[in-house]
C-alpha cells in the first residue's frame, strides 16, 4: 500500500490561499474547519490524488513568508491544453508568472507565488524518474 501524502504549513490568511489554491489554480476544497483546538484550517487537492495540501492559522501566530525561492511545489501537466487552461485561469486571477531560481523550471513551465511566496511550477512535462 502506498501512503497519501498530506504538506501541511502555516498561514497569515486562509482566504487569500482558498483564492489561490481553489479558484486560481482550480484544486478543490477538500475540508475546511474553524477553531479546532485554536486553529482554522483548509485542505486542498483534488479528491482522486494520493496527496492534499493544508494550510492552518492560529489567531495570536504569525507565519513567516516562504524561507526561499526554491521551496516548491511541482505540478505536471503532460496535456498542453490542460497546462494552457491552468497557465490561463491563474493569469485571469491576476497572478502572474515570476521567474524560477532555478533556470530548469522556466524551459517547459512557468512559476507563480502564492500569497505566502511559496513557488508552485506548472509544468507542461509529463512525469518521469
Do not use: C
Not at 500500500?1 to 476544497?29: C, H, Q, W
Not at 513567516?64 to 486571477?93: I, K
Not at 511559496?118 to 518521469?128: G, K, M, N
Request: net charge negative.
Amino acid at each position: 500500500m502506498i501512503p497519501k501524502l498530506r504538506v501541511a504549513r502555516p498561514t497569515n490568511d486562509v482566504a487569500a490561499l482558498r483564492k489561490f489554491y481553489i479558484e486560481a489554480l482550480g484544486m478543490s476544497e477538500l475540508y475546511a474547519f474553524v477553531q479546532h483546538d485554536g486553529f482554522d484550517g483548509l485542505m486542498v487537492g483534488h479528491p482522486q490524488a494520493p496527496y492534499h495540501l493544508e494550510f492552518t492559522s492560529q489567531v495570536g501566530h504569525v507565519a513567516a513568508r516562504a524561507p526561499s525561492p526554491e521551496h516548491l511545489l511541482v505540478l505536471y501537466y503532460p496535456e498542453l491544453t490542460a497546462w494552457e487552461a491552468a497557465v490561463a485561469r491563474l493569469r485571469a486571477h491576476g497572478y502572474q508568472p515570476v521567474p524560477a531560481h532555478n533556470p530548469y523550471w522556466d524551459r517547459q513551465g512557468l512559476t507563480f507565488e502564492d500569497p505566502d511566496g511559496y513557488r508552485i511550477v506548472l509544468q507542461q512535462a509529463a512525469w518521469s524518474l
